[in-house]
């Protein structure tokens, strides 16, 4: 699927609305991309997972940042099969209280898989605690950058980060 028809698939499950949003880490939007339309909607789900898993290796692990990324990761982890991991935002305080949960070996590459990256303080989290779980992190594979900041502060981390759609791609010739 080309970049457009990923635009077109997430424009036809609904996922881009416009209003007045509260964001996750402040600040109001007048446009917010619903991600559980899309991460739903099973011709934007075999999109996204066949892109990500085109660009991922044999020998990578993924990760899905919880709780949106999960279903994208899953889908991505059949199609390339690959297996991954998720990283949760809070611990449980019961069980194993793990905040990484799956199986991760001590150095292994892992390549983060986000949603909707706005402020990245969502995805930079995960790449800690990926990495305070043992993982080594340098990529991260995301599905919208809405091109605030994110980009720059998951790079901060020292983490490359491809999206595959842009705010500008996704708002541009709207109707
Ligand atoms: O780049 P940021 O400023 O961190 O914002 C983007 C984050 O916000 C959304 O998650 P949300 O907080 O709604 O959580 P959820 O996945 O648990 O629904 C989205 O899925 C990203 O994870
Ligand atoms: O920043 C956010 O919280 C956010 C923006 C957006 O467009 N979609 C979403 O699910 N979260």
Known sequence: MTNQALIDALRDADAVRFGEFELSHGGTSEYYVDKYLFETDPTCLEAIAEAFAERVGPDDKLAGVALGAVPLAAATSVAADAPYV???????????????????????????????????????????????????VDRALVVVDREEGGRENVEDAGVEMEALVTASDLLADRD
């Not at 590459?109 to 790449?127: F, P």
Request: hydrophobic share 40%; charged share 35%; proline share 0%.
């Open 86 to 136: 998720i990283a949760r935002k809070q611990r449980k305080d019961y069980g194993t209280a793990n905040l990484v949960e799956g199986r991760l070996e001590d150095g292994e590459e892992v390549v983060v898989l986000e949603d909707i990256v706005t402020t990245g303080t969502s995805l930079v989290d995960a790449i800690e605690a990926l990495r305070e779980a043992g993982a080594t």
